[in-house]
């Protein structure tokens, strides 16, 4: 009964803000061996020297080569330099013909404040693959919201490039394959798989622009023209160290904001450590994703390995895909490169 309750309160249907009109899709050239990948930083700092030596040694055995953003290192607070000087960092990697990727170094906080200093008919006209996670989000969403661009949830340069990871960049941007993206179960030393495991919450499947990322930016960019038009998307989410009532609260923000009203599909990925917290009783996880996606009528599941976890798919923001909700895979059906 309460659960019932629970559900019927999300009922009601908001008067969703006039989203920003769909752009035809622009696919970026795919990635070759001995390219060169840009490593910029439109988020957070990194305050030691040994992440970006790592970074750039992970791309080089990769088979790139890397040129640094001359704003890479700069620091602004807990941001890494100004917003202009980011801003700068993402045009002079856009702007240089011989760059054929950008990376983002890492996440954090503050690619938001950069978005209204871009220049995205600069970045239509020099299709690129811009790729990154997490605070990244903001990036990934708000230039292909502006320009149609398809962009990569996928690792940054701090991230660690497993051969799970490495792979799966492979097939989307350098092999320009038409993947089928799906979960690798791992079971270690226990009798069953524990890391990788998929929940289908409702079964199906169903096509549509894959589009998301980490809950907490996205809910950031509601009502801004930086939000993409989530009608008949597949909306995928991530999040971390969150605590449960603040991810009720930020889906509750989409919700309002109309983002759920014409969904196509729903892929949930690692909630990595959103706990209760301290002082008052919680709803769990799996209730609280029943409230919101329990009723919509729509194929969802939970458990892709996407997020703040050690093995990431490559997800291509926009590109349209086909979900499988019972068999746990995103099957792109174009190649998200060209």
Not at 130 to 144: E, I, R
Not at 186 to 207: C, W
Not at 261 to 273: C, M, P, Y
Request: aromatic share 6%.
């Amino acid at each position: 009964m309460l659960a019932a309750l629970g559900s019927s309160l999300l009922m009601p249907t908001a008067v969703q803000a006039q989203p920003t009109a769909r752009r035809a899709l622009l696919r970026p050239p795919r990635l070759r061996a001995g390219d060169t990948i840009g490593l910029v930083n439109p988020s957070g700092a990194v305050f030691e020297r040994q992440p970006y030596e790592l970074a750039a040694e992970t791309l080089q055995a990769l088979g790139f080569r890397v040129r640094e953003a001359p704003n890479l290192r700069a620091r602004y607070g807990h941001m890494a330099g100004t917003p202009a000087q980011r801003a700068a960092d993402l045009h002079a990697l856009v702007a240089d013909d011989s760059v054929a990727a950008i990376l983002a170094m890492t996440g954090g906080s503050g690619a938001n404040r950069v978005l209204p200093l871009l220049d995205m008919e600069l970045i239509a006209r020099h299709p690129k693959v811009l790729a990154g996670f997490s605070d990244v989000t903001a990036l990934l969403n708000g230039v292909h919201a502006r320009t149609g661009l398809v962009t990569f949830h996928a690792p940054v340069g701090v991230s660690e490039w497993n051969e799970f990871s490495v792979r799966s960049f492979r097939r989307v941007v350098v092999e320009a394959e038409a993947a089928t993206l799906a979960n690798q179960p791992e079971r270690g030393e226990h009798l069953v798989a524990r890391d990788g495991r998929v929940r289908t919450l409702s079964s199906g499947r169903a096509q549509g622009p894959l589009l998301g990322g980490n809950l907490a930016v996205l809910a950031s960019l509601a009502g801004s023209r930086y939000m993409p038009d989530f009608g008949g998307a597949i909306l995928f989410l991530e999040d971390t160290n969150e605590f449960i009532y603040r991810v009720d609260r930020m889906l509750s923000t989409l919700m309002l904001a109309g983002v759920f009203d014409r969904l196509a599909g729903v892929v949930l990925g690692a909630f990595t450590n959103c706990q209760p917290g301290e002082g008052y009783g919680t709803l769990t996880l799996d209730e609280v994703f029943d409230d919101y996606f329990g009723r919509l009528g729509v194929p969802v599941y939970a458990g892709a390995q996407f997020g703040h976890i050690r093995r990431k798919l490559t997800l291509p923001v926009g590109l349209p895909v086909e979900m499988d909700a019972d068999a746990g895979t995103i099957r792109l059906l174009q190649p998200a490169v060209s």
